[in-house]
């Protein structure tokens, strides 16, 4: 069963930096577009990027500039490096890989001073 497992998350202070990590139980990455989401209290889940196997990336503009989604095929894992974080980028952050439906159980992020 193919299972995605996020880590990285916790509290930071606005202007500061993290970098969420997600691994795969099997191979995954050299088939499927990867992608990160988010959703915050109160608000709907929303993709912040993606990224293909051919390594293109996508971004929600809130974050274009700010984070950068990244794939290590040899280690089965995705990043997304998030740098000048605000208050508006708390959420919990999920890991998916959306053409076969399967999302990690979420890492939260806490921007706050």
């Known amino acids: 069963q193919v299972q995605l497992v996020e880590s990285g998350g916790g509290l930071v202070q606005p202007g500061g930096s993290l970098r969420l990590s997600c691994a795969a139980s099997?191979?995954?990455?050299?088939?499927?577009?990867m992608a990160w989401s988010r959703q915050a209290p109160g608000k709907q889940r929303e993709l912040v990027a993606h990224?293909?196997?051919?390594?293109?990336?996508m971004y929600v503009d809130s974050v274009k500039g700010r984070f950068t989604i990244s794939r290590d095929n040899a280690k089965n894992t995705v990043y997304l490096q998030m740098n000048s974080l605000k208050p508006e980028d708390t959420a919990v952050y999920y890991c998916?890989?959306?053409?076969?439906?399967?999302w990690g159980q979420g890492t939260q992020v806490t921007v706050s001073s």
């Open positions: 998916s890989a959306p053409n076969i439906k399967v």
């Open positions: 099997r191979s995954i990455f050299s088939t499927y577009t």
């Open positions: 990224i293909t196997i051919h390594g293109a990336t």
